[in-house]
């Protein structure tokens, strides 16, 4: 089986430079939550290359006032991405990260079909490039709905797929997509720790994008004490990717499965 690992980076469609602006899932005078595009880079890194677009730069020109990045998305990932305008709220909200009171949950598509509709993934990952150490590492999952494709795979005629609801319980640097590769459930687009050969059918099918979504974020605002629950809705890639296997479109933020297929 050849493995993504030998690509060159993380599908993903480029964005253009003229778009400047992200959508808003969320804006009150001391915090907002965006929808960040597959493709851009949150912030400037050491693992961004030669990247020159992140998002950091759009959303301080987009707000015209100085942000905070609270948590930050893979390039590769799309969905909530969430930003504090002060310190006092940037702290606060970094105390709540901290005591695991931010609720996050993930679309994916991966190869195969897990076992249970619900399972829990405990393995411990390193912080990623020059952090050895290992952590632990917790991620529930929900298989909302099973598919497949007339792709031969392992002898048989077909390939299957599933659609996953993912809620990470600690935040590791990649953690969902090195969870489903550790249960050999690879995350469908992903070119660092995914399936080469699944990854160019879906590109065969016009998806050029990795497949995991930030759809909600949930919380309770750190200076009003309202509940907070925002969507970033999928976008085009996604859906079609949707449309391949016939699943209907997933309820934006609901708890409800579509039935599986």
């Known amino acids: 089986m050849t493995h993504a690992g030998n690509e060159k980076k993380d599908a993903s469609p480029t964005v253009p430079t003229g778009a400047m602006h992200l959508p808003v899932a969320y804006l009150d005078e001391w915090i907002a939550i965006v929808d960040k595009p597959a493709g851009l880079m949150t912030h400037d890194s050491k693992l961004a290359g030669n990247e020159t677009e992140f998002a950091t730069d759009r959303l301080r020109m987009q707000f015209g ?18 930003l504090a305008f002060d310190r006092d709220a940037a702290a606060a909200l970094g105390t709540m990260v901290m005591d695991r009171q931010l609720r996050k949950s993930y679309l994916a598509i991966c190869r195969g079909w897990p076992e249970h509709d619900d399972f829990t993934i405990d393995h411990s990952l ?39 609801r993912c809620e990470p319980v600690t935040g590791r640097f990649r953690q969902i997509r090195r969870h489903l590769k550790h249960a050999s459930h690879h995350l469908i687009g992903d ?53 391949l296997f016939n699943w209907p479109a997933y309820p934006l ?7 599986a297929c």
């Open 253 to 259: 933020g609901s708890s409800q499965s579509p039935p």
């Open 65 to 82: 006032r100085p942000i905070h990045l609270i948590h930050r998305l893979d390039r590769a990932t799309s969905g909530c991405l969430l």
């Open 191 to 243: 070119t660092s720790h995914g399936d080469g050969r699944h990854n160019r059918h879906f590109r065969m099918h016009g998806i050029h994008r990795m497949l995991l979504h930030a759809l909600t974020l949930e919380f309770v605002h750190p200076i009003t004490g309202a509940p907070i629950h925002a969507i970033a809705p999928l976008d085009q890639d996604y859906q079609r990717a949707l449309t």
């Open 126 to 164: 390193d912080g990623g490039p020059g952090k050895p150490m290992k952590k632990p590492a917790t991620t529930h999952f929900q298989r909302l709905a099973t598919g497949s494709l007339p792709i031969p795979s392992s002898g048989f005629p077909t390939s299957r797929y599933a659609l996953l």
